[in-house]
């Protein structure tokens, strides 16, 4: 059974940065996908990021390009997402995402997994 959960949301200004964390359980952690997504009550649930099992690889949503970053520390079964230069329009609840197999993807459909969830709010 795997469980995530999320860490470090929180409220923060604009231009502000924030560390968000995900703790996995599973023995096998290394070998996971894991992506990030997040979703106010006026959208849907959309793609932020996601990074494959090594590292070498990511994928970012255009809209957060050059400001978030994703990483992951297989030793600690834990995938972050720095956050900097935040606007208004990143308010919404972050939830970290996993898929045991395949490559990385942008489709929330694709990761059975999922973590509770971490409110971020960007005052302006």
């Known amino acids: 059974q795997v469980q995530l959960v999320e860490s470090g949301g929180g409220l923060v200004q604009a231009g502000g940065s924030l560390r968000l964390s995900c703790a996995a359980s599973g023995r096998t952690f290394s070998t996971y996908v894991m992506g990030w997504f997040r979703q106010t009550p006026e959208k849907e649930r959309e793609f932020v990021a996601a990074?494959?099992?090594?590292?070498?690889?990511?994928d970012y949503a255009d809209s957060v390009k050059g400001r978030f970053t994703i990483s992951r520390d297989n030793a600690k079964n834990t995938v972050y997402l720095q956050m900097n230069s935040l606007k208004p329009e990143d308010t919404a609840v972050y939830y970290c995402?996993?898929?045991?197999?395949?490559?990385?993807?942008?489709?929330?459909?694709?990761?059975?997994?999922w973590g509770p969830g971490t409110q971020v709010t960007v005052s302006s």
């Open positions: 990074i494959n099992w090594s590292g070498s690889s990511t």
């Open positions: 995402a996993l898929r045991r197999y395949g490559v990385i993807s942008t489709i929330r459909t694709d990761y059975p997994y």
